[in-house]
C-alpha cells in the first residue's frame, strides 16, 4: 500500500513564504502525476496544483488560477519527492494542503477522483 506524508505547513504572516514536501512511501513508487489539493474550514477540498511525469526528466505543471504566478510544484529527479513552494501567501490560502498521487500520467489533474492516493494534510495558516 502506497502511504504519502506531507510536511512543511505551519504559520506565517500575509507575504510570507511556505515549502511543502511530500514524500510517497515506499520510495520505489513511481507515479503517472502527483498533486497539490486543499481544503479551508468549511469548504470543499479544491486543487490547487499537479506535475504530470513524462519521459526521462520531462513533465508537464498545472495550477489553478489563484495560486498561478505565486506557488510552484516541483519534483526530485527521481521523481519520488513533491514540493509546493508558495510565495506570496494570503489569508485565503489558509487551509489544510494534501498530497495526491496516481499511477496513470494522462487524465484530469485538476479531479480528486483521477487520484490514487492521499496524504493525511499539513495545515497551513496565513495571518493577515
Known amino acids: 500500500q502506497v502511504q504519502l506524508v506531507e510536511s512543511g505547513g505551519g504559520m506565517v504572516q500575509a507575504g510570507g513564504s511556505l515549502r511543502l514536501s511530500c514524500a510517497p512511501s515506499?520510495?520505489?513508487?513511481?507515479?503517472?502525476?502527483m498533486a497539490w489539493f486543499r481544503q479551508a474550514p468549511a469548504k470543499a477540498r479544491e486543487f490547487v496544483a499537479a506535475?504530470?511525469?513524462?519521459?526521462?526528466?520531462?513533465?508537464?505543471?498545472y495550477y489553478a488560477d489563484s495560486v498561478k504566478g505565486r506557488f510552484t510544484i516541483s519534483r526530485d529527479n527521481a521523481k519520488t519527492m513533491l514540493y509546493l513552494q508558495m510565495n506570496s501567501l494570503k489569508p485565503e490560502d489558509t487551509a489544510v494542503y494534501y498530497c495526491?498521487?496516481?499511477?496513470?500520467?494522462?487524465?484530469?489533474?485538476?479531479?480528486?477522483?483521477?487520484?490514487?492516493?492521499w496524504g493525511q494534510g499539513t495545515q497551513v495558516t496565513v495571518s493577515s
Open positions: 495526491a498521487a496516481r499511477v496513470k500520467a494522462w487524465g484530469q489533474f485538476s479531479e480528486e477522483y483521477e487520484y490514487d492516493y
Open positions: 515506499p520510495r520505489t513508487f513511481s507515479s503517472g502525476a
Open positions: 506535475i504530470s511525469h513524462l519521459h526521462g526528466t520531462n513533465s508537464n505543471s
